[in-house]
């Protein structure tokens, strides 16, 4: 097992977090080879209990510097762990994360994940800003590095800044995570030095140091030693409270107080008790602690009720700053004894008159023993806390005798703590401290230093306590007499903010994660797997599929009843089936069960790649007639409608080349710019109303679709001419009140027409509405050609003296003599109609996978880590790969259909006849290519165009749209203001100061 956990290591007084990204599956793999060696080791001697701890880069010396390693559950992805074993082998709450388990951790207002102060930037090349937040999502590892003071250079001043503590670490951070002198390059032994970026990515490093006090004893930034009270693995001779709990508690793979040790079921679980055995759960916090406000809270308490700030602050913590607790005589004499004092319960003083029922210590550890009665299984939950402080020592502690007011500065403490289970240990204790609690009390009572206030709530904390010889009671509420003499005070702390304010509290959570800290032997194995070529596990399941295939199959059989092709559109098209992965088993059985074609009610499905390739590049058998007829009846007629011959060729060469005109590269820099352009347009206007109400911040919750629908806008301005304002044509979203009669809008107007032609079996809803916004959209481009033609000229970019260069094209290739106003309308509208459904469906799938996935959040911090301008090639290099697995599994269409043209035929082994409808599975075909390895996209465009022969219609603007794709993520990768996620789907959450 890794060392550090059952006994921390005690002579290690400075150290840090190291936060760190893998770029890929074989850099995480090295970074673990290079790291292996330098893992603190302990051992675990089961029938003692014990362990022993060994290893450490300078073990002889006791001193450090020590090394652990643990992994969130994005970081045991990139490790190559599969989506089956995530799932089973690793606890619910684990895979959720702590930003998910908010609610369950009473992390509500100023702690909630939405306002965390994020990990910035500070260990980064040359160039990059240290402004850059990290995502929680975006961390795959955290490194600790521990050391005594002893083996670091002496740091001069006893309090040295962030910057200071950190170049005092460096060489053992460099160390560690393998920085190659030559290079600077991380994860040494891989290719990182001939990439432009290293594979191993620094997002943070989070500094800490234990104080002491002059018994040198580790002392926390309010004043109260630290560390007493922790579980103990071996008998402590303790006769009041034992304190000492099994290994399991912490270890996983051992019995604890509830269970027995684990025993596998079958194989595969042995596998996963394998995985798990001596590993533990670890739980990072970074809390602020406003020394400050909190010295200001004690000495108005004090002033209010005449009692000493110690015993406020010691009523508080449920014990004195020096260690001791309350259960003894609460004198002055008592508060002053150095020695740790454990050995106590709280069973004589069970009206909390000593000490108070919400004091800290009696929430987090009501110190209880088993008793008859008690439900199996029930323990109290321990955790091992092996946190230390941050920031710099205050001038004075709350309290003392010189005032601590007006110290603002960042410092804290990295809570850290090591349990078998977050769910029954630590969210469990967490849960207490935010109000819901184990002493009987009130819940609306959190804890006096971590509660969080409610905004306009003034929080208040009770006690008993001897009345002063003086007190005037100003400031507090009605004192009352108790049984024995004592008073009851009730003293204000924290406060909620008002409107507009900045939450205050008394201590605020930054950030936090959940990891994993492998055992050794599992540690091994993650780096064998990490390095070991990549084996393409599916998410699909083709048992699944053939399960769904046998069910439709033995239901409906051949009926062509409409109930037999509403079910198998359902299990083609849902949404629903989509999410679950149900469709893409089924494909998968259709590609691996039935020779890639299968015969249904709802139409042939052809999913293997080869079958639909032969389909596509085979006019003479099938047609696209059956598009040309929807495409009748809504005025739509284009060449898209044709199948191959002179008319189609005549039709669409002109066209299809002045689309192929628009480069990679151009629509790369004028979608970049049209995003970046749409952002600022909301950021701005967020801005201004946070000042016109004169707020300290603001705050945008933005819906991705707004944004992708600004650039679509202005690519169909920059491309076609389309009118900003005042056209027969509007700009804008989908608006559910529009009528028939009014200016279409686009882009959104040209969905439904889209779906209607090119979905096998569309309803009559569907139907319905795409021919109607197909007429509409028709009529107003028959309005817009028209305009330009009586007065001689070619629609030009809105506000700008540059004609639009398709639309340029497409008037000359199509002049009045040879074309009427009709016809070309049309044919603009079938150019539109060619890339706006499909770039808005993808922009929507692949943000939709990457942030399934966090990697939106990863790409962002590796782009911004990235010194590299903005630039089509370094989109290229950081999100292409990311894109054309998103596309590939996503792809936008996922179907389109073909017409049978011949009487006894073949798709594969199925027999076909002339009308019948043939489906052709793109995404079946894409997750074929995915599932070998090969990353090419083309089936999405119907074909690859640049091939000779080619499909009739294969997209010629393939280009033009990997450079939209491309531009809209990296103009979305480029925001330098504060992004986090929405709650919202497909939506992001932006904030920031105001002046």
């Not at 550890?365 to 009665?373: E, Q, V």
């Not at 994660?513 to 993650?526: A, E, I, K, M, N």
């Amino acid at each position: 097992m890794q060392g550090g956990i059952l006994a921390g290591y005690e002579n290690a007084d400075r150290a840090c977090l190291i936060l760190l990204a893998f770029d890929s599956r074989e850099a995480a793999g090295r970074f673990l080879e290079h790291l292996r060696p330098q893992i603190t080791t302990a051992r675990v001697v089961p029938e003692a209990g014990v362990h022993a701890q060994a290893g450490g880069l300078l073990k002889e010396s006791g001193d450090g510097p020590f090394c652990n390693v643990a992994f969130t559950h994005e970081g045991l992805r990139v490790l190559g762990m599969t989506e089956t074993e995530l799932e089973s082998w690793l606890p619910h709450e684990f895979r959720e994360g702590m930003e998910a388990r908010s609610s369950m951790l009473g992390d509500f207002r100023a702690n909630h994940p939405r306002r965390w102060s994020l990990p910035r930037m500070n260990w980064f090349p040359d160039g990059v800003s240290s402004a850059i937040e990290t995502q929680m999502s975006a961390v795959h590892a955290i490194v600790q590095i521990r050391v005594a003071e002893g083996a670091l250079p002496p740091a001069g001043k006893d309090e040295s800044g962030e910057q200071q503590e950190l170049e005092l670490l460096r060489p053992l951070i460099e160390r560690a995570i393998g920085v190659s002198e030559a290079t600077g390059d991380a994860s040494k032994g891989s290719n990182a030095a001939s990439e432009p970026r290293a594979a191993v990515r620094v997002l943070h490093v989070q500094t800490m140091r234990r104080r002491r006090n002059d018994d040198a004893r580790v002392t926390e930034h309010f004043g109260f030693v630290d560390g007493d009270g922790q579980p103990q693995f071996v008998p402590t001779g303790s006769k009041a409270y034992p304190n000492q709990v099994p290994v399991g508690e912490v270890l996983l793979g051992y019995p604890n107080q509830a269970d027995f040790a684990p025993r596998p079921r079958n194989q595969d679980d042995e596998a996963r008790l394998d995985f798990l055995r001596n590993g533990t759960f670890m739980v990072v916090r970074k809390l602020r602690q406003d020394v400050g406000r909190l010295d200001a809270v004690i000495r108005q308490a004090a002033a209010d009720t005449g009692l000493d700030p110690r015993l406020i602050l010691a009523k508080m913590m449920g014990r004195w700053q020096s260690g001791p607790s309350l259960v003894s005589p609460a004198d002055f004499q008592n508060a002053s004894r150095p020695e740790p004092d454990t050995d106590f319960t709280f069973d004589g003083d069970p009206h909390g008159s000593g000490c108070p029922f919400h004091a800290h210590v009696r929430r987090v550890n009501p110190r209880s023993r088993p008793r008859k009665g008690d439900q199996p299984g029930a323990r109290l939950p321990r955790i091992l806390r092996r946190g230390m402080a941050y920031g710099p020592r205050p001038a004075a502690y709350p309290g003392a005798g010189s005032q601590a007011a007006g110290d603002d500065a960042d410092r804290g403490l990295v809570f850290i703590a090591y349990n078998a289970s977050i769910a029954e240990q630590f969210e469990v204790v967490q849960s207490w401290i935010a109000g819901g609690n184990s002493s009987g009390g009130y819940s609306g009572c959190s804890d006096p230093f971590l509660g969080v206030p409610e905004p306009g709530q003034q929080r208040w904390f009770s006690f008993e306590a001897d009345a002063p010889a003086k007190s005037d009671g100003a400031g507090q509420r009605e004192t009352a007499d108790c049984a024995d003499g004592k008073r009851v005070f009730h003293i204000k702390l924290d406060s909620g903010p008002g409107q507009f304010e900045e939450p205050a509290p008394l201590v605020r959570l930054q950030w936090g994660s959940y990891l994993f800290v492998p055992s050794l032997h599992t540690l091994d194995w993650l780096s064998r797997r990490a390095l070991a070529p990549p084996a393409f596990v599916a998410p699909w399941n083709v048992a699944d599929g053939e399960r769904a295939v046998q069910s439709l199959l033995a239901r409906w059989g051949q009926d062509p009843a409409p109930e037999a092709v509403a079910a198998w559109k359902a299990a083609v098209e849902d949404t629903g089936s989509r999410e679950q992965m149900l469709n893409a088993s089924l494909w998968a059985a259709v590609r691996e069960r039935h020779g890639g074609a299968l015969q249904t009610p709802y139409g042939v499905l052809v999913g293997s790649r080869r079958l639909v390739r032969e389909v596509l590049g085979d006019d003479v058998r099938f047609s696209v007639c059956g598009q040309r007829e929807r495409m009748e009846r809504s005025r739509f007629e284009i060449y898209l409608g044709l199948d191959s011959g002179e008319r189609y060729q005549r039709l669409s060469e002109p066209i299809n080349r002045a689309i192929g005109s628009i480069s990679e590269e151009d629509a790369f820099e004028q979608a970049a710019a049209a995003c970046s352009s749409a952002l600022r347009t909301f950021i701005d206007g967020e801005r201004a109303v946070g000042l016109a109400t004169s707020g300290k911040r603001w705050e945008l919750n933005l819906e991705a679709r707004e944004v992708f629908d600004l650039v679509l806008q202005r690519l169909c301005q920059l491309w076609i001419g389309l009118p900003a304002t005042g056209g027969p044509l509007q700009p804008g979203s989908w608006r559910w009140d529009w009528h028939e009669g009014e200016p279409p809008i686009y882009p959104s107007h040209f969905t439904p027409p889209s779906r209607y032609f090119f979905q096998p079996r569309p309803g009559d809803d569907v139907r319905d509405f795409g021919e109607r916004h197909g007429r509409s959209i028709t009529a107003a481009l028959e309005e817009f050609v028209a305009f330009h033609r009586r007065r001689g000229t070619v629609p030009h970019v809105p506000d700008q003296a540059q004609a639009a260069p398709l639309a340029e094209q497409i008037f000359a290739a199509m002049p009045a003599s040879q074309a009427d106003d009709a016809t070309l309308a049309r044919t603009l509208a079938g150019v539109l109609m060619g890339f706006l459904p499909t770039l808005d469906g993808s922009l929507r799938s692949v943000l939709h996978e990457w942030l399934r996935l966090q990697t939106f959040w990863s790409l962002r911090t590796q782009w911004a880590a990235d010194a590299a301008p903005s630039s089509i090639d370094k989109a290229r290099r950081i999100l292409g790969p990311a894109l054309c697995r998103a596309l590939q599994f996503r792809p936008a269409p996922e179907i389109i259909w073909r017409t049978v043209r011949r009487d006894d035929d073949r798709i594969g082994d199925v027999a076909v006849r002339r009308g019948d409808i043939v489906v052709l599975g793109l995404v079946s075909a894409m997750h074929e290519r995915l599932a070998g390895g090969d990353d090419d996209v083309h089936a999405m465009f119907g074909g690859d165009r640049a091939q000779d022969p080619h499909p009739t219609h294969a997209c010629p603007g393939y280009k033009a749209a990997m450079g939209v794709l491309l531009g809209v993520f990296a103009a979305l990768m480029d925001v330098k203001e504060v992004m986090r996620p929405s709650p919202a789907s497909l939506a992001f959450t932006l904030e920031g100061a105001l002046p």
